[in-house]
RNA sequence: GCUCCCUUCGUCUAGAGGCCUAGGACGGAGCCCUCUCAAGGCUUAAACACCGGUUCGAAUCCGGUAGGGAGCGCCA
């Protein structure tokens, strides 16, 4: 039998992280097992399902480059399918209709947490022949009423629910539209799902929906619920946590090979192993070794993975995604380095490629002023002597290439008795405007000769004036 | 309230009865390297929630306690 997972989000808001692990591991599992992964988007509360998080969703699975095998399907749909088997419940006397009232439901919610027990329909309208005039039913399904429900859950292990706990749900609504969890049966079963790989908030939910495919004749599939994804605080994900939508994490910088690789991590292990390649993950990931507990983000790990993935990646990529970043600045690339030598510039010295588009502006755009600090202690009457023997030495350079620039700054320290870092030090505040950059002599390099020395000029006139 | 789930360094985790004076990683601290910032190298602090039981022996098995979480909708 091949291996069928879905992963099934509600277009309610973006794909957050929580969500994307979710469907890392349903496209784990099913390419592990060269079987297919099931895009489906479950749009039945049309109040909150919005288009635009449809996109959202599509766009961040693109970004993370986990492709659907099938679907999207949209559960919106396959309403007729849903009525259809519906009919077929109560045909078979599976379910029922209930002409309860919504007020009449509350008062006995109500009177039952008032009595100290679960809140649950009591089944009045089980047995009940005629409908109630005036009154539009809604279909409520024929919970068996004594023995077990065991989930053996991938995860989680033997999990035993009495069928007495729980309650006939509602399949129907008076309105005719299918319920959530009736609709996540019929899909998994019309779908031809093996393993249903989502959140354990969905574990009580989970005898449900196999009492449901019993009822239909039809065997549930494995099960494995995932442990949530907590925020930094170890509290709840949510807006306050920041980056919530993944797509976010590309705007700050991220690359899709972290988060994925933090992702992985988050709730599964493979021994002490912490960096893995995708095919890596493809060929080691299993069910078996996902964790029970919920795991809280650690940003500064995501951060580390991103700053390892951006010093061993590949420079075209990184170079197209440094670009990207610099246009979002307004930085207008022309005219400057190639950003590839510039990416193995900087690559040792940015955790982001936002970081690192940030600390590149001074190679396109013209210095605006000195940063305050940094001119202060370097660009000072005392720095004269060695920016002016340098500019003599530099200007008739024959050879403006990073080695013989190295050799120049080096030979001139040693003639003016300095050490380098004296002479160094001025050269970078006057060529980049601060106190971090490369090491000078890439930075010069890159820079080029002409807006090198311009620069030097522009710093040794801004010393003369104070 | 009821049902279900969870509990190893701050965080992610290794650990499936003796290999554990509990290992790795991120972060922290310190040192080295160094033209800045980094990167890199070395060193270091830091955890089995608690209480009982089983066993020659428990982080690992069992029971309970405490603490977290989820679910209990004509939401998904």
């Given amino acids: 039998m091949t291996v069928r997972t879905r992963f099934a989000p509600s277009p309610t808001g973006y794909l957050h992280i929580g969500g994307a692990r979710t469907a890392l591991f349903c496209w784990l599992y099913a390419r592990h097992h060269q079987g297919q992964f099931i895009l489906r988007i479950e749009d039945t509360d049309r109040e909150r399902s919005t288009e635009a ?103 989680k292990g033997r999990v035993v629910f009495d069928n007495h706990e729980l309650d006939d749900l509602i399949i129907v609504r008076s309105d005719d539209t299918p319920t959530y969890n009736f609709c996540v049966v019929v899909d998994d079963m019309d779908m031809r799902i093996t393993h249903v790989i989502r959140g354990d908030d969905h574990l009580n939910n989970t005898p449900r929906q196999m009492n449901i495919l019993k009822a239909l004749g039809v065997t549930p599939p494995r099960y494995a619920h995932l442990p949530m994804i907590l925020g930094p605080d170890g509290t709840k994900l949510s807006k306050r946590h920041g980056a919530v939508s993944v797509m976010q994490y590309r705007e700050d910088g991220f690359l899709p090979e972290a988060v994925i690789n933090y992702l992985v991590r988050l709730g599964w292990s493979h021994g002490d192993q912490e960096v893995f390649s995708r095919e890596e993950m493809l060929k080691l990931f299993d069910i078996d070794d996902v964790n029970k507990s919920a795991s809280a983000i650690n940003p500064q790990k995501l951060l580390w993975l991103n700053q390892h993935y951006i010093k061993s990646g590949d420079l075209g990529m990184l170079a197209a995604e440094l670009g990207w970043h610099l246009e979002r600045l307004g930085v207008a690339t022309a005219g400057g380095p190639a950003l590839e030598d510039l990416v193995k510039a900087q690559q040792e010295r940015a955790k982001t490629l936002k970081e690192m588009a940030e600390g590149s502006r001074f190679f396109f755009e013209e210095i605006k002023e000195y940063e305050p600090q940094a001119a202060a202690k370097n660009l000072t009457k005392d720095a004269l002597p060695g920016l002016e023997a340098l500019r003599a030495k530099l200007a008739t350079l024959p050879e403006w290439t990073a080695p013989a620039l190295h050799d120049a700054l080096n030979a001139t320290a040693e003639s003016l008795g300095l050490k380098l870092g004296k002479l160094a030090q001025p050269l970078r505040v006057a060529v980049s405007g601060g106190g971090v950059s490369p090491p000078i002599d890439a930075t010069l390099a890159l820079l080029g000769r002409e807006k090198s020395l311009a620069r030097l000029e522009r710093a040794l006139e801004y010393i003369h004036k104070q």
């Avoid at 039952?112 to 009591?122: F, L, N, S, T, V």
């Avoid at 809604?138 to 053996?152: L, S, Y």
Wanted: aromatic share 8%.
């Fill in 53 to 155: 998080a449809v996109q959202a969703i599509l766009d961040g699975m693109a970004w993370l480059e986990l492709e659907a095998d099938e679907g999207p399907f949209y559960q919106t749909q396959r309403f007729d399918r849903y009525r259809e088997v519906a009919q077929q419940l109560l045909k078979g006397g599976h379910a029922y209709h209930c002409y309860c009232s919504k007020e009449e439901l509350e008062a006995m919610r109500a009177e039952q947490m008032a009595r100290k027990e679960k809140p649950r329909y009591d089944g009045r309208c089980r047995s009940r022949k005629e409908p109630k005039p005036g009154v539009t039913s809604v279909i409520r399904f024929k919970n068996p009423v004594d023995g077990q429900t065991v989930v053996e859950d991938a995860v």
